[in-house]
């Protein structure tokens, strides 16, 4: 802890069951609830700060010590990264939602066109518009953070297969030749 941050610290070389803290330094302060006796305990204690009780064994004498020590307030610093924690999980949370929704309208799209008998091939152009959209809101999620990089790729790659798979059930999509390797000269 910080110099600043510890108010004060009691070294106490007995065992008891509960205590009960006064603050004599402190008249204004209101009165300490008591804290029960167990190692590597640190409870909220007081309104203001809390308290941490740390169990040791004393060198000389080989008993437990305990050393109680309250700690001021807490930092203003966490509760401003607490809220901007909130703040950010409500915005990734309906970044997330947006890219959910326009998957799923990419996806029923490509499912009804693949369950058409008489589908012609212009009708893919709409459903690339939807597609392009749904790219753009992944590859802003991925820009601001909301998503790692990896898992925006899969997610393109994902309504990118789809799409090829509805093409080459209607027959839209022939897969180009694999050309052939050239002969190296050595």
């Not at 307030?73 to 966490?78: N, T, V």
């Not at 997330?96 to 008998?117: N, Q």
């Not at 091939?121 to 820009?143: F, M, R, T």
Request: hydrophobic share 40%; with cysteine; charged share 25%.
């Amino acid at each position: 802890m910080a110099a600043t941050a510890a108010a004060q610290c009691l070294y106490l070389s007995c065992r008891f069951q509960s205590i009960s803290l006064s603050s004599s330094s402190r008249p204004s302060a209101t009165a300490f609830k008591p804290l029960s006796s167990s190692a590597h305990t640190s409870i909220n204690a007081f309104s203001t700060g809390f308290v941490s009780v740390n169990h040791i064994i004393g060198r000389q004498v080989r008993r437990p010590v305990l050393i109680v020590c309250e700690a001021g307030k807490k930092a203003d610093s966490a509760a401003k990264r607490a809220r901007q924690a909130e703040k950010r999980r409500l915005y990734n949370k309906a970044r997330k939602s947006e890219i959910r929704t326009r998957m799923r309208k990419v996806l029923e799209e490509l499912d009804t066109l693949r369950k058409k008998t008489d589908a012609q091939p212009e009708e893919v152009i709409g459903i690339e518009k939807l597609i392009a959209e749904a790219y753009s809101v992944i590859d802003k999620a991925i820009q601001v953070g909301t998503l790692h990089k990896n898992t925006g790729a899969r997610r393109k790659s994902r309504l990118a297969r789809r799409k090829k798979a509805v093409e080459i059930h209607h027959g839209w999509y022939a897969p180009a030749p694999a050309s052939e390797p050239a002969a190296s000269t050595v």
